[in-house]
């Protein structure tokens, strides 16, 4: 799950984004308006939060203008603000949920899983291939009905694959979804993280799913 968060303090984006991470989600920080406007057009994120009070344009017309463009990716709107004229104001202008600063982290994820859920029936957030299964929202996996458990990053690499079953998967389109950057460094990174994955995921089953592809990346087969 990628999510974009539009916040300009940057104590409580680094905030947000840190149990954010914790929790699995790949986030990307945009500091005002205009960029998170920016990022939301060239990326598909599954929920945007969005800060209403931001230097230049504010969250309510931020809210407006993804709308107009048809982007409807589900926000929650964070506001210091705790007046009904607001919150009203805010769902008017496009936004699905609405939350009063100051929150607890707790109170955002619910929010936040709540809305993911709401969202995107038609989406899904179950990957299945063969015998394997992930659930994007609670990021539970296993393996012939038996549960895996793995490190964020393992997971990450994992969702990845399987988003893209049976289709090359190269070490770029790894290192941006799991790091969110394209590094050539990250090539032995990657490679003991497939490692860990592939013992995890193959040991002890005759079909190897993890196929490493020379020179290309790997494959999730199914
Ligand atoms: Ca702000």
Redesign the pocket.
Known sequence: MRILLV???KR?ASFIERGLKEKKFVVDIAGDGEQGLYLAEINPYDAIIL????PGEDGLEICKKLRKQNILTPILM?T?RGEVRDRVMGLNAGADDYLAKPFSFEELIARLRALLRRQQPQKTNHLKVADLELNMLNHEVQRAGNPITLTSKEYMILECLMLHANQVVTRTMLSEHVWQENFQTFTNVIDVYIRYLRSKIDEGHPNKMIQTLRGSGYMLKG
């Open positions: 916040e300009d303090e409580i800060d209403l009070v931001l964070l210091a």
